[in-house]
């Protein structure tokens, strides 16, 4: 069946750092590949999303891009905040597979001042 | 921004007890999922549901679990009987399009 993997976290990285949240996927379909950001207390937001290869989601400084041959798509930042501090989920959807997303098990970044 | 809200927050439930979580999407959603988090796992599906219909439903989605949308507004989750493992954070989302779902903050669910 189709399946997400992450990278274990946590992930704990300084203000400024880079951070790299990698992500592959198997899917019997083409997919859609997406990112997710759970805040402390709160939902999952929608947080980048790719359609097809090569296409790049990006959305508040983060970036992800869809890489058919290696079905990865690692999410990406230049320069944490501390504000990022929050568990981060990729998620696949293909609409012959039924109406549904499916997750990764969530990576826990911590940035620290 | 409008945004898909659950209430309530907490529910702390005995076994065996039926409880209803509710969920009141964006107003212009036409789809609408049920997903839960088991403490350390994955998050997982549950239903969809569009047209006023179940679209799709997991294996966990059993004959305990029952979904609703009455009034046109509020979506809700029942489930009949409560076991220990339904023990869960559950989560509602919507969407005007299949693939672009927008979750609500999640409601927390005890089962003692």
């Known amino acids: 069946g189709d399946s997400v993997t992450q990278m274990e976290g946590p992930v704990t990285l300084s203000e400024e750092a880079f951070l790299t949240i990698n992500c592959t996927y198997t899917?019997?379909?083409?997919?859609?590949l997406f990112w997710y950001v759970q805040y402390p207390g709160e939902g999952l937001q929608l947080l980048l999303k790719a359609t097809k290869a090569d296409d790049k989601g990006s959305n508040k400084g983060f970036e992800a891009t869809y890489r058919k041959e290696t079905t990865s798509f690692h999410l990406e930042k230049g320069s944490v905040q501390v504000s990022d501090s929050a568990v981060y989920f990729c998620?696949?959807?293909?609409?012959?597979?039924?109406?549904?997303?499916?997750f990764g098990g969530g990576t826990r970044v911590l940035v620290k001042p | 921004e409008p945004e898909v809200t659950q209430t309530p927050s907490h529910q702390v439930t005995q076994m065996g007890q039926e409880v209803i979580l509710r969920c009141v999407p964006i107003?212009?959603?036409?789809?609408f999922y049920w997903y839960r988090q088991i403490l350390g796992q994955k998050v997982e599906f549950l239903v969809s549901f569009y047209n006023n219909e179940i679209s799709e439903k997991s294996e966990i989605f059993d004959d305990q679990f029952s979904v609703e949308r009455p009034d046109g507004s509020n979506f809700t989750l029942k489930i009949r009987s409560t076991k220990l493992e339904d023990s869960a954070m559950y989560f509602c989302a919507g969407g005007t399009s299949s693939y672009e779902q927008y979750f609500g903050p999640g409601t927390r669910l005890t089962v003692t």
């Open positions: 107003s212009n959603h036409l789809y």
């Open positions: 998620a696949l959807y293909i609409k012959a597979a039924g109406n549904k997303l499916t």
């Open positions: 899917a019997t379909g083409y997919p859609s």
